[in-house]
């Protein structure tokens, strides 16, 4: 499983966009990226998931570069309850026996 | 629809008392079945996976065990707990290979102290 790199926190206010960026250079030719959504005492949620280019969907945007090097994800006009841990995960589609999350980056929405 | 359930939701115990966690998943055949640790203010920590009944591959050395005596039930368990032990255990489940998108739904949470 490649091993991704986030950063640990990140502040913002409410009604600003919210870009997080995951660096998983190792990542191999059938690997899918996905984030998760974690807030405290419940287990992580799915948010996107992509493989290139851009994937949106209604709480989110995933942005892939040509190399896959990297994915950002970006949270369009954050609210206070987006504050929570969000975790990058690169694996093998169809081969996900061993879903190792990272450290996560904590996001704290201010008001 | 598919459900994930665990328990107990919280579980205050003394060093050196057995530990065990139950999981259980409905509305799905032979999922992946996953359990993780997260300790106060850290990451997710992979402890076990199954594939199958029966089938348990260990992430961590530790004095924790799993088993699958059922296709869709997930148990850990320990003989003797250690202080650092303390933590929230999640289970996970998800779809197995043939169809599999990576996607990870996670039941609601263990939270054992251990005194």
């Known amino acids: 499983l490649a091993k991704t790199t986030q950063p640990i926190s990140m502040d913002s206010y409410e009604g600003q966009e919210v870009n997080i960026t995951c660096s998983h250079n190792?990542?191999?030719?059938?690997?899918?990226i996905t984030w998760y959504q974690q807030f405290p005492s419940q287990g992580p949620r799915f948010i996107i998931q992509g493989y290139k280019t851009k994937v949106t969907n209604e709480v989110a945007s995933l942005f892939i570069p040509a190399d896959r090097k990297s994915s950002t994800l970006s949270l369009p006009r954050v609210s206070l309850s987006d504050t929570a841990v969000y975790y990058c995960?690169?694996?093998?589609?169809?081969?996900?026996?061993?879903?190792?999350f990272g450290a996560g980056t904590r996001l704290t929405v201010k008001p | 629809s598919q459900t994930i359930h665990q328990w107990p939701a919280t579980l205050v115990q003394p060093v050196g008392s057995p530990l065990s966690l139950e999981c259980t998943v409905e509305?799905?055949?032979?999922?992946?079945l996953y359990w993780y640790r997260q300790a106060a203010g850290r990451g997710l920590q992979l402890l076990f996976y199954?594939?199958?009944?029966?089938?348990i591959s260990s992430e961590v050395p530790q004095n924790l065990s799993a088993s699958r005596p059922q296709d869709r039930q997930f148990i850990l368990s320990s003989k003797k707990l250690l202080l650092s032990d303390s933590g929230f255990y999640l289970c996970?489940?998800?779809?197995?290979?043939?169809?599999?998108?990576?996607?990870?739904?996670f039941g609601e949470g263990s939270r054992l102290t251990v005194l």
């Open positions: 996970a489940w998800s779809v197995s290979s043939g169809g599999n998108t990576g996607e990870l739904f």
């Open positions: 199954s594939v199958g009944i029966g089938q």
């Open positions: 190792n990542i191999a030719t059938n690997d899918y």
């Open positions: 995960l690169v694996g093998r589609l169809y081969n996900n026996n061993d879903m190792r």
């Open positions: 509305g799905t055949s032979n999922p992946n």
